[in-house]
């Protein structure tokens, strides 16, 4: 698939990272020489320098035969109209990045006049992730399926959790819970298990089940906390605007902490029930004056990643509070999750992860995935494929009769809104929501998991 992105920032530098990788022909347009250089010595794309609004600077890199374009600039307005020209120009799909709230709240409104296939906006991805984190506070992290009716659950097992030192099958045959284990990170190992698998403390584990099921999961591990009512954010930017907005219509008490004043301002105008206040969040004291102590949830949004890695370091280890950290550089993910910090939210990996999941699904008649997330520091892939036709080799198969690739596990099925979690005697029907998680393998068919 030919792919001209416009942008080369930390969006776009990804995006073509990642559809590089995968195999497509990828075209990068930028202003900027020199992070074009950068991409061009570290990826196997092409670059071209120029503005991306020039309907020259696209003729150039082919725009009107490309099969998408993904406009991911630093400006909505820019990313637009690059989509617009784009579209005119004969491009057969066209993506942009749109952040600001006022146009985000009324993009349905032009979209089709604009000829957009898809919106994608970090800032809000990531606030609804925050979201469902909070709403799940054992959870380090939560990615739903089937319109929320599946949930794939990330989980630091504690020294006193009931379920060391046993088998998966053990577990499972003496719990009545209907849940699966279906990636378990220990130390820097990730595996995809199997029944004689065997838990040890500390293990990050991903459990697949409905709402209701991981509930009494928790419950029966003894992690149950208390709902999360009270919220202190650091950082008044777009993730912020989203989360608030959120966290307000649920009924929280939300207080926002922001260094600039006017930020400040605008936000106490836009919301008058949350508590906004001007100060540094890197003030360890004023942390605690303002609250610290007493939230529920602590959620460092700033743009800069290592203030945000401090800040939550600093609350976990003086509060009961859910913390969440933003991160977006990729080499401190991995950082930040080794010096205890659990729940890590990354706009950027987030975006990627949706964008690349439109990509896969785009002429797959038979089945098309339906949402695609990177779990476990973005080294195993959940993907969410619904059944649409009968599959000749898959449908209507016992999965114990399945000779599926390695490290791959179908953890869910869906059908008719209710959630089966599989064993040996289930079959994938069709109008089937199907979720597979893998460790190595990248899937753009639910018929590519088998060994041939």
Not at 35 to 50: F, R, Y
């Amino acid at each position: 698939m030919k792919t001209v992105i416009i942008g080369n920032g930390k969006v776009g530098s990804g995006l073509a990272s990642m559809l590089s990788n995968e195999g497509h022909d990828v075209t990068v347009i930028d202003i900027n020489a020199a992070a074009l250089e950068k991409t061009q010595n570290t990826e196997d794309v092409m670059c071209i320098e120029g503005n991306g609004i020039d309907k020259n600077i696209q003729t150039d890199a082919n725009v009107g035969r490309s099969d998408m374009v993904i406009a991911a600039t630093h400006y909505d307005e820019v990313n637009l109209l690059c989509c617009l020209i784009a579209k005119k120009l004969g491009a057969a799909r066209t993506i942009a990045r749109v952040r600001n709230p006022e146009y985000f709240k009324q993009i349905d409104f032009i979209r089709e006049d604009l000829g957009l296939s898809m919106i994608i906006n970090p800032e809000n991805v990531s606030a609804d992730e925050v979201v469902r984190v909070l709403i799940t506070p054992e959870a380090a992290n939560v990615e739903v399926f089937e319109k929320g009716r599946m949930e794939l659950v990330e989980y630091k097992l504690p020294e006193t959790s009931p379920i060391l030192d046993c088998s998966l099958k053990d577990i499972y045959r003496r719990t009545k819970i209907k849940f699966l284990i279906c990636a378990v990170q220990r130390d820097s190992d990730i595996y995809i298990p199997s029944g004689d698998f065997i838990l040890r403390a500390g293990d990050k584990i991903s459990i697949a089940a409905s709402h209701k099921e991981i509930e009494q999961f928790f419950k029966m591990n003894g992690s149950i906390k208390d709902k999360v009512k009270a919220c202190m954010i650091v950082g008044g930017g777009r993730i912020s605007y989203y989360l608030t907005k959120n966290l307000l219509g649920m009924g929280m008490h939300v207080k926002i902490i922001e260094k600039d004043l006017e930020r400040c301002k605008q936000l106490a105008q836009m919301f008058p029930k949350a508590a906004v206040i001007n100060a540094d969040g890197t003030d360890q004291d004023m942390l605690v004056e303002e609250g610290l102590r007493d939230a529920d949830a602590f959620v460092a949004v700033t743009g800069i990643d290592e203030e945000n890695i401090i800040m939550s370091l600093y609350a976990k280890n003086n509060s009961n509070a859910k913390v969440v950290t933003k991160v977006n550089r990729e080499s401190y993910v991995g950082l930040a999750s080794q010096i205890g910090l659990d729940c890590i939210i990354s706009p950027k990996s987030l975006t990627t992860s949706t964008v690349l999941g439109y990509v896969r699904s785009i002429d797959n008649t038979e089945s098309s995935i339906e949402s695609l997330y990177h779990i476990v520091n973005n080294r195993v892939e959940a993907v969410e494929f619904k059944i649409r036709e009968n599959i000749r080799g898959l449908v209507g198969i016992p999965l114990k009769d399945l000779k599926t690739k390695k490290n791959i596990l179908i953890c869910s099925v869906v059908r008719q809104r209710q959630v089966i979690i599989p064993d040996g005697s289930t079959t994938i029907e069709v109008g089937d929501s199907v979720v597979i998680v893998s460790k190595e393998h990248r899937f753009l068919d639910i018929r590519d998991i088998i060994d041939d």
